[in-house]
């Protein structure tokens, strides 16, 4: 009996909330962008306008456009040397290093057996991980090889959002809010108040609801409104205590206060 009621603890405390998350503005900059993505350590800027994939330094501005694969629909860069590109329309994934060239192209209509994609984020090594939603699971798959190393047990409600680090996975749905390891395995869950994207901040998360972000604690399995000012936001990206708020036209950088 103690592992289900460790569980239960896990899942009703992490919706307690404690006092809010203060922040401190360190920088704000014009962007006229149609989607702003990340920004990293190296000042390295990525960004989608006109469907083209956009990676922005101080020294020089480079890009890559694939027309014939359709509208991008997400772009991950937590390993910069290996950004994951989908293309949903045409069931397509792009891997590309740090120059925004092709490592690989995944077409999974041409794969057996087919998988229907709708999601992807990182994962470690040569993988990635899937949401096929004809089966409403997840996979993490290793492209060079082409098979699934681990399947999650299916979800029953529409998907949201999925990022990840290289030790876990976190699924958003209508639902709920899954975090897998990288074996697979179920870690917790907690019910989604709400919350309509998230990102990941080492084993943390960020979660946005409506024009509010939130600060999920995973060590004290709390949640916590960050205290930003009142603003539409378009995208949000965070990295090593730096949270990024893109409210169109706008780039806030926000140093934040966690501990």
Request: proline share 2%; with cysteine.
């Amino acid at each position: 009996m103690k592992p289900l009621i460790l569980l239960f603890f896990l899942t009703t405390v992490s919706l307690s909330a404690q006092n809010k998350i203060l922040v401190d503005l360190t920088d704000k900059d014009s962007l006229n962008v149609d989607v702003f993505i990340s920004k990293n350590n190296f000042e390295n800027l990525y960004y989608i306008k006109d469907n083209v994939l956009f990676k922005k330094s101080d020294k020089q501005t480079i890009n890559y456009s694939n027309i014939q694969l359709g509208k991008i629909t997400s772009v991950h860069t937590f390993n910069p040397l290996k950004i994951n590109v989908l293309y949903s329309d045409l069931n397509t994934v792009v891997i590309l290093d740090n120059r925004l060239a092709e490592v690989s192209k995944l077409d999974f209509n041409q794969q057996q057996p087919y998988k229907n994609i709708s999601h992807i984020t990182t994962g470690f090594d040569n993988t990635i991980w899937l949401f096929n939603q004809d089966f409403q699971y997840l996979e993490l798959y290793d492209y060079q090889n082409k098979t699934s190393r681990y399947k999650t047990i299916p979800v029953s409600s529409k998907v949201l959002d999925l990022t990840s680090n290289y030790n876990y996975c976190w699924l958003l749905t209508e639902n709920n809010l899954y975090c897998y390891n990288y074996f697979g395995s179920l870690v917790y869950k907690f019910k989604n108040e709400g919350y309509t994207n998230i990102k990941a901040y080492n084993e943390n998360l960020i979660l946005q609801k409506a024009n509010d972000l939130l600060f999920y604690n995973n060590k004290t399995k709390t949640i916590s409104t960050i205290n930003i000012p009142n603003m539409l936001i378009s995208q949000f990206f965070v990295t090593n205590q730096i949270l990024y708020i893109y409210t169109r036209k706008l780039l806030y950088q926000y140093q934040l206060k966690t501990d």
